[in-house]
Nanobody, 126 residues
Framework: QVQLVESGGGSVQSGGSLTLSCTHS????????MGWFRQSQGKEREGVAL???????SYSGSVAGRFTISQASSKDALYLEMSSLNPEDTAVYYC????????????????????WGQGTQVTVSA
């Protein structure tokens, strides 16, 4: 059974840092487009960061320069290092895999992502 399991969420004060992890049961996922998404209460889910099979990365404008997406050398985990957190970063964070693209779709279409984790809550207080 394909599983993506996020961890590392929690509560942090504004300006703080957290690192999220997403372990997955299929190491071949690292050859495809993987990403982090988030959903704040009352808002639609949005893309945060993507990484493809060639290790190219892309970030949403709201997190660029503060967040870093990476993959484990063992190819069985995806990470999101988050720094300079602010209350607007409060959300449930999900990792996902798009096995239809080795290079991420520049449109960030969430419809491409067929596998999702259950999410991990990040809460940033002022």
């Amino acid at each position: 059974q394909v599983q993506l399991v996020e961890s590392g969420g929690g509560s942090v004060q504004s300006g703080g840092s957290l690192t999220l992890s997403c372990t997955h049961s299929v190491v071949q996922f690292s050859e495809y487009c993987m990403g982090w998404f988030r959903q704040s209460q009352g808002k639609e889910r949005e893309g945060v960061a993507l990484i493809d099979g060639l290790k190219n990365t892309s970030y949403s404008g709201s997190v660029a320069g503060r967040f870093t997406i990476s993959q484990a050398s063992s190819k069985d985990a995806l990470y999101l290092e988050m720094s300079s957190l602010n209350p607007e970063d409060t959300a449930v964070y999900y990792c996902a895999v798009d096995v239809t693209h080795r290079v991420c779709d520049p449109n960030w279409s969430q419809d491409n992502f067929g596998y999702w984790g259950q999410g991990t809550q990040v809460t940033v207080s002022a």
